[in-house]
């Protein structure tokens, strides 16, 4: 057992209180136009943030179908979505599921953001069909080709990613950056996931590069929006 | 009869205010406000800021009251607002030259005259005010506001073990200027 510090038994400066001028101003400006307001939990708002990417995924599935995709390749893009809708939803029940202040230490969450890119370009890698040499990558076909499909992997995300920011502004004062960059996650994710059913392309360069930098790109963009826009 | 159960806790307050009571941000004020002041007032160690940050962070709470999470801890909440508020009050001060010492730094307020006094309280009050920043939040807002050494750390947005060295450091700090204080005839 530790021993008591003797600090701990000194009389420490209690709380100040303001005085009555300033009281009287922050009565006036708080309870005018207090128009009463839903007061929302943030089990609710992952839910809804969970959504966001389904939906993502649903619209490129019905792009694919209207292109003529082939249907096994959007049924493994569709399996692949399934599987990381599961780490999307533990994402957000670890990283945003409680209010700021009863969530999981911020190292484990900081964790949940690095490791889910990382596991992301590993899949990626993997389950990609083929693989060209770089050379062939850096072509002036594959290089457009790429180019056109990480733009608009990028749009959609942060598309999506501004508007799950806007369903969490102004609720986490404490770890703003953090849940940005979890929020850009969710968006990246989602865009990424829809990308792969709808690009006929599976090469591992291109992946990698149009689909995967794409997710770990809004991810570090979501943490700086989430510093301005997650904070009161 | 438990009076304890019939008193309503700052988070319950907290979801009435948003749910558009007068009441509740009356009694949410007169529980919470004593606590962000003496921060203020420790960051800035000057009243006159101290409350015009008050001001500027009850009003961004009240901007924000939508966006309260049920549940969320009230304190460190308004606090990481205050702190905030601080920050961004210095960086805006900072830019302006004209609020610059000749040094091009922004002038601390005086601290309290030195002098001898017979009151322990002062004489915490003084050494504390005394200590460089980071220590003095991390005491002021485990020791005095009372936060748990986690909510402290997401208050300064740093971790824990952090928080912990600061307030040991502090301790030490502050442990030395009682010791000159105890020795003073």
Not at chain 2, 41 to 48: G, K, M, V, Y
Request: proline share 7%; with cysteine.
């Amino acid at each position: 057992m530790s021993e008591p510090d003797p600090l701990d038994s000194l009389p420490w400066p209690g709380p100040k209180p303001p005085s009555m001028s300033c009281s009287q101003k922050i009565h006036q400006d708080c309870i005018k136009d207090l128009s009463p307001k839903a007061c929302t939990s943030a089990r609710r708002r992952a839910a809804l943030t969970l959504l966001i990417p389904v939906f993502t995924v649903g619209v490129f599935s019905l792009l694919a179908v209207w292109r003529g995709v082939e249907e096994s390749v959007i049924r493994a893009g569709l399996l692949g979505a399934l599987g990381w809708s599961v780490v999307l939803g533990v994402t957000l029940l670890v990283g945003l599921a409680s209010p700021p202040g009863h969530r999981p230490r911020a190292a484990l969450r900081w964790a949940v953001a690095v490791a889910v890119p990382a596991f992301f370009f590993l899949f990626l890698a993997n389950t990609a069909w083929s693989l060209d040499s770089f050379a062939t990558f850096t072509d002036h076909a594959h290089v457009q080709h790429t180019l056109r499909c990480g733009g608009i992997c990028f749009v959609v995300g942060a598309a999506m990613s501004s508007g799950v920011m806007l369903l969490w502004r102004g609720t986490d004062p404490l770890t703003p950056g953090l849940s940005g960059a979890l929020l850009g996650l969710v968006g990246g994710m989602g865009s990424a996931l829809g990308m792969g059913i709808f690009c006929p392309s599976h090469e591992t360069w291109h992946v990698c590069v149009s689909h995967g930098v794409v997710l770990a790109s809004l991810a570090v963009l979501g943490g700086a929006a989430g510093r301005r826009l997650l904070s009161p | 009869m438990d009076i304890r159960a019939d008193t309503p806790t700052v988070e319950q307050l907290m979801e009435r205010y948003v749910g558009g009571n007068p009441d509740a941000f009356g009694e949410l004020y007169r529980r919470v406000s004593p606590n962000i002041m003496g921060y203020l007032l420790r960051l800035t160690r000057n009243r006159e800021r101290a409350e015009d940050l008050l001001q500027v962070t009850f009003s961004k709470l009240h901007r924000a009251r939508e966006s309260y999470l049920k549940g969320a801890p009230v304190l460190p909440w308004a606090l990481a607002i205050a702190r905030r508020s601080f920050l961004d009050e210095r960086r805006a001060a900072k830019s302006r030259t004209e609020d610059l010492s000749a040094d091009g730094t922004l002038p601390e307020p005086a601290p309290v005259p030195e002098g001898v006094s017979n009151d322990v309280s002062d004489a915490i009050e003084r050494a504390l005010d005394g200590l460089p920043e980071a220590y003095r939040e991390a005491i002021q807002l485990t020791k005095i506001s009372g936060l748990s050494i986690a909510e402290a750390s997401s208050v300064l947005g740093t971790s824990e073990t952090a928080v912990k060295l600061r307030v040991h450091r502090g301790y030490n700090l502050l442990r030395k200027e009682l010791e000159r204080f105890s020795r003073t005839p």
